[in-house]
């Protein structure tokens, strides 16, 4: 009895936490997937009604809104903190003096919550006093800024609120990869005469490959999540016209009674982060295989 | 012509160099912009928090405060006091989320220890496909498990609390705090711990003795991770508590939202400021483990 428990004792430590893992986890994630192929409403309901609640989700024009703002909100966000991110780590790698300063001022907006950035962004983007106003002041008498309640416009200061809060990473990620790469390979290329231009599009961007899938893994997944930053900043608003998918699972689920619909929605969200997520663990653990 | 030649050449290199010390300007100049474009938010936040509302609606955005007061931090922090009820504050939202934070980070920090340890250290069959199965938990939606989770803190007795929130930091923190310490011990020479027992120590008695006195980095980073998360959630926070029972982010935003009388941009500003304050002090002290943490917590497969 003593040796079967001391030889299983590993397991036996573990196992508490692995059921919570699988209960709250996995157990949960089936039963939002069942959840959503049944009638419920305000209440869990569990006599099936088959894939009526996903035709209902698409056939809201309040969750395409949301899926479209998905993704205008997705391509700009990776790609301008990609661009960002590349572009000040290239920069900072030049040996500069103030470098530790200077990143420690870019990434620090990491460190704060969305609803801070929210909030803050929400009042430099206030449209008669904040922006607009300090372009008057400076002499810019018919400018005009009101995106924060334009319907056409609000997605995009999530955005720059969003890319705010997130390049400095995405700087620190790419940062991080450069300096792993050998000195040697720039100094015998510069030896063969090639500019620092064409050193960093034709050799060093490409030695970035894995940078750059995992910054897009992280930054994908952060979009595909943004739930905080809208509610803060503008509320979905003005009317749906900034949703998003995570808006309106909260919103469905816990303000309009259709756990149904909330949960068609969440298995939506669900399957999409599977999709980016199961292909780069994937390729990460084959590499990661290769390696050793 | 040998002369010409060299002055020809010394040119050259002037040139060179000039156009060297203008890349460099250059260099600090784009570099500076975008520190100005990181800096700018805080620096409108932390003014804008020292003005008065009259001498707001005067100025812009940049205008600095004509003559400081701190009465937007004191009505942010402890409200005006008096009859004014109805009107949020966040002192005690403040505890909220500590009382929040420390149990929820001191036990997903404490298990993921010893799951990282067992998964690493006393290799069984299985181990690799039970720590994916971990793994998998850090990149869910939480969209996914919110409705079941509330009903189950309803069906616990917990939901409004700050005891349901404590749960539910600490079973969703388990991925990450497993993950960071499995990935620390897995780069630590198994000859330590065959030594160990060698001598006869057990299970725990490795784990206390051998392997938590060298740990102490990746303790920071896990713990930084996870505080820094958990202070600055909000979706749980707002899914799964209002009134009394918020945290500190939730009562930001509903501070923010409740549209009585005059907005007052001065109190909404101290406010944010005051919430980032413990995540902006960590990552000022502890940058480095910071970064480490987000590089880890993200990227790791």
């Known amino acids: ?94 040996k500069i003096r103030a470098e530790g300063f200077l990143r420690t001022v870019y990434l620090y907006p990491m460190a704060l919550s969305f609803i801070v950035t929210g909030t803050a962004w929400k009042w430099i983007l206030n449209p008669s006093m904040g922006i607009e106003k300090l372009f008057i002041d400076w002499g810019f008498t018919d400018f005009t800024f009101d995106w924060l309640v334009n319907r056409e416009m609000s997605i995009y200061t999530i955005v720059l609120a969003a890319v705010w809060q997130s390049s ?92 149904g619909l909330a949960s068609a929605s969440a298995v939506m969200m669900f399957l999409t982060v599977l999709a980016v997520v199961v292909p780069y663990l994937y390729s990460e653990l084959r590499r990661q295989d290769a390696s050793s | 012509m040998q002369v010409a030649d060299k002055m020809h050449f010394e040119a050259l290199e002037r040139s060179a160099s000039r156009k060297k010390i203008f890349y460099r300007w250059l260099l600090f100049l784009v570099l500076g912009l975008f520190a100005l474009y990181y800096i700018a938010p805080l620096y409108v936040m932390i003014i804008t928090s020292l003005k008065s509302m009259e001498e707001i609606r005067q100025g812009n955005l940049m205008t600095l405060p004509g003559e400081i007061i701190f009465d937007s931090w004191k ?50 069959k299985g181990d690799n496909i039970l720590f994916l199965l971990f793994l998998f938990g850090c990149f869910i939606p939480y969209q996914a498990i919110l409705l079941p989770m509330a009903r189950t803190l309803g069906l616990l007795g917990i939901s409004n609390s700050i005891s349901g929130l404590v749960l539910v930091h600490t079973v969703y923190g388990l991925s990450f705090t497993t993950l960071f310490f499995r990935n620390y011990y897995i780069s630590i020479p198994d000859e330590m711990i065959k030594a160990a027992r060698i001598d006869g120590a057990g299970f725990f008695k490795i784990f206390f003795k051998v392997l938590l006195p060298i740990s102490a980095p990746i303790i920071v980073v896990t713990v930084i991770w996870q505080f820094t998360g958990i202070w600055n959630d909000f979706l749980f926070g707002s899914s799964f508590s209002f009134g009394e029972a918020a945290p500190i982010q939730v009562a930001l935003n509903n501070m923010v939202l409740t549209s009585t009388s005059i907005k007052e941009y001065n109190v909404d500003m101290a406010a944010a400021f005051i919430a980032g304050i413990p995540t902006l002090i960590v990552y000022i002290l502890a940058g480095k483990y910071f970064i480490r943490g987000l590089t880890a917590g993200s990227v790791k497969g």
């Open chain 1, 1 to 94: 009895m003593l040796y079967w428990l001391q030889k299983n004792l590993p397991k036996i430590v573990i196992a508490p936490s692995f059921a919570v893992i699988l209960w709250f986890v996995y157990g949960f994630i089936l039963w939002t997937f069942y959840v959503s192929l049944t009638k419920s409403k305000m209440l869990p309901r569990y006599d099936f009604w088959g894939i009526n609640q996903h035709f209902r989700l698409w056939s809201n024009p309040r969750w395409f809104t949301a899926v479209e703002n998905l993704l205008i909100f997705t391509v700009l966000f990776v790609g301008i903190c990609i661009l960002i991110g590349i572009l000040l780590s290239i920069l900072l790698d030049q």
């Open chain 1, 168 to 259: 400095g990473f995405v700087m620190a990620l790419f940062l991080a990869g450069l300096r792993s790469i050998d000195d040697e390979i720039i100094k015998a290329a510069k030896i063969d005469g090639a500019s620092l231009y064409s050193i960093y599009i034709t050799i060093i961007l490409p030695m970035m490959r894995p940078v750059f899938m995992s910054s897009i893994v992280i930054l994908l997944h952060i979009s595909i999540k943004s739930y905080d930053l809208v509610v803060a900043l503008t509320a979905g608003g003005p009317g749906t016209s900034s949703d998003m998918p995570a808006v309106f699972m909260t919103q469905m689920a816990f303000h309009r009674s259709e756990i």
């Open chain 2, 75 to 124: 009505t942010a922090w402890s409200g005006r006091g008096g009859i004014d009820a109805g009107n949020v504050f966040l002192r005690p939202f403040f505890w909220n989320s500590i009382k929040m934070v420390a149990p929820a980070v001191a036990i997903s920090t404490f298990f993921g220890a010893l799951n990282g340890y067992a998964l690493t250290k006393w290799r069984f």
